[in-house]
């Protein structure tokens, strides 16, 4: 193991787009295997048709590896690119723009925010609209599907990744951070695969509906 990290080491040295573009891939195709299966138990634990028999009878997982190509394709194109420029250029920005002190409580928090609010949903648009262009869809199917996905994503994750991304400015190097990032994407893409197969879920609905009741308050008061 030991000589596995400094071969990545290395490898992040002497080519790092690159590295970190075929880690991110692999490290999405993982999750995308990891979402169909926990997909594939929680419908036959809560009996649903699209993975049973009509007979009721539990079918074995088949990993479908189209869509684990196509999940890896998203970490390949976007991630490890747009992720590696992204995690450098904030640090650059946040040291020479807005003059912070390394590691002291408003740096870590300015990149904090800034990766919530610009990056964030960023990267929950391109995963939604990249996966239906990739499942085949329509832009108008595309766009109902990120205004049915993209709020409640928005929402759950937004209650975790902060907490992830503090530890990660805080402590993990910047040639590190999306390394650290993607370990965290084998479970966020498993959640992302997994509401996108939940598509109208009740849950869903409910989620919208308490928003919209916040919202109305909000403006009633």
């Known amino acids: 193991m030991f000589k596995l990290w400094k071969w990545y080491q290395n490898c992040l040295v002497s080519h790092p787009v690159k590295t970190q573009v075929i880690s991110s891939g692999l490290i999405w195709g993982v999750g995308d295997i990891a979402a169909q299966t926990i997909t594939h138990s ?4 809560d ?21 684990v190509i196509k999940t890896s394709l998203f970490g390949f ?18 040291k020479s723009r807005l003059l912070l002190k390394q590691n002291s409580f408003r740096f870590v928090a300015s990149k904090v925010a ?7 949903p960023l990267d929950l648009l391109v995963f939604f609209t990249y996966m239906g262009f990739a499942a085949g869809k329509s832009v108008p199917q595309i766009k109902e599907d990120v205004k049915r996905d993209f709020l409640p994503a928005f929402v759950l994750e937004g209650g975790i990744w902060p907490i992830v991304q503090v530890v990660n400015f ?9 390394l650290y990032v993607n370990v965290f994407c084998l479970l966020d893409s498993s959640f992302l ?3 996108e197969q939940q598509e109208d879920a009740s849950w869903k609905q409910w989620l919208k509906s308490c928003l919209r009741f916040s919202e109305q308050e909000g403006k009633g008061g």
Not at 82 to 89: I, P, T
Request: aromatic letters at 16%.
């Open 42 to 45: 929680t419908a036959n634990k």
């Open 47 to 67: 009996n649903q048709i699209q993975t049973q028999t009509h007979q009721g009878e539990d079918e074995e997982l088949k990993i479908n590896w189209r869509r």
């Open 77 to 94: 194109g976007f991630v490890g690119p747009v992720g590696h420029l992204w995690y450098q250029g904030l640090d650059r920005y946040i």
């Open 114 to 120: 800034i990766d919530g609010f610009l990056f964030g």
């Open 170 to 178: 805080r402590f993990v190097p910047v040639r590190y951070q999306l």
């Open 193 to 195: 695969s997994w509401l």
